[in-house]
């Protein structure tokens, strides 16, 4: 069956880094644009960042721009999420999803069928 596996995630102080990891399985990669997501406490799910199925097109929202960087290895069926200069706003629960729809923007949640379990990102001293 389709399935989505962060990892990567941790604890880290502010101005440090984290590579998150989703590996995908039960279906073929190459064929799917994956977004990352995050989730912070009581608030509602932003997509972060996002590559499209051959990886010549990527997006992301303008809060991480220059810090955080995404790629693709489809070979190993494994998106990335470098994460750099990480900032406690940052912290938060982060999902990959698999794009299966065109109707709206990336960052729009409905347009995503499968979303992994998630991992958890925190930034603090």
């Known amino acids: 069956q389709v399935q989505l596996v962060e990892s990567g995630g941790g604890l880290v102080q502010p101005g440090g880094t984290l590579r998150l990891s989703c590996v995908a399985s039960?279906?073929?990669?190459?064929?799917?644009?994956i977004g990352w997501f995050r989730q912070a406490p009581g608030k509602e799910r932003e997509g972060v960042s996002y590559?499209?199925?051959?990886?010549?097109?990527?997006y992301w929202i303008d809060s991480v721009k220059g810090r955080f960087t995404i790629s693709r290895d489809n070979a190993k069926n494994t998106v990335f999420l470098q994460m750099n200069s990480l900032k406690p706003e940052d912290t938060a629960v982060y999902y990959c999803a698999r794009r299966k729809t065109y109707l709206s923007t990336w960052s729009n949640r409905s347009e995503y069928d499968y979303w992994g379990q998630g991992t958890q990102v925190t930034v603090s001293t």
């Open positions: 039960g279906f073929t990669l190459d064929y799917y644009s």
């Open positions: 590559i499209s199925s051959g990886g010549g097109v990527t």
